[in-house]
């Protein structure tokens, strides 16, 4: 019988690294890295220019667009902006700071951009103001819940493409939902 990754973390013993480990894995060996980066299979972080350029958006093949800076005060697209294109859009709106709860968005993005890429060709931007902090910490929480990616195992399969910086607090919440996703695997594990 094959086990799955849930599976072997759980009969390991696994725990979630503190937060000062995780900033190291974020930290190490940076390289340059572009205004947007596919950071897993048709998952592109970028920066707010890129998500803006609609020729650019329909060279990549981009068919749905999370904005993790929406709002008139921040990066104000919305649907509205990318209906000519066909692109499909989904909004949050997170100012960059480690005391903005940005968890309570992580099931209901991770939930479009698992939609998207069910979709045959489906292609999926995320962003934010530079691509770093808000943008990757959704993609890390996706990565955690559809993947089933340790957070430590998300920072490292994104890191490979494109250097990302999630603020402390946000970190922190991702280190929550680590937590959360562990306990749910254990409990997955002892009732079968």
């Known amino acids: 019988m094959d086990r799955g990754p849930a599976e072997e973390k759980v ?4 725990e979630t690294p503190p937060t000062c480990i995780l ?39 981009v068919t749905h667009v999370v904005n993790a800076a929406h709002g008139p005060t921040h ?10 294109s066909h692109i499909q859009y989904h909004g949050v709106q997170a100012p960059d700071s480690r005391d903005f709860n940005l968890s309570v968005f992580f099931y ?8 998207a890429l069910a979709q045959d060709s489906g292609k999926v931007l995320v962003h934010c103001a530079r691509g770093v902090s808000r943008s990757a ?11 089933w990616l340790t957070v430590a195992e998300a920072i490292e399969a994104v890191r490979g493409n494109r250097n990302i910086l999630p603020n402390v607090g946000f970190l922190e919440q991702l280190r929550d939902l680590d ?5 749910q695997r254990k409990d997955i594990k002892t009732s079968s």
């Open 11 to 14: 009969d390991s013993g696994y």
């Open 23 to 61: 900033l190291d894995l974020l930290l190490k060996s940076r390289r340059p890295s572009g205004p947007f980066n596919e950071v897993w299979p048709n998952i592109v972080i970028s920066d707010a220019h890129t998500a803006t350029d609609l020729p650019l958006l329909k060279a990549l093949r």
């Open 75 to 84: 990066i104000d697209t919305g649907s509205a902006f990318y209906s000519d």
């Open 108 to 115: 209901t993005t991770a939930d479009f951009i698992h939609t």
């Open 137 to 147: 910490t959704l993609v890390l929480a996706y990565l955690m819940i559809y993947e």
């Open 179 to 183: 937590v959360r996703l562990s306990l």
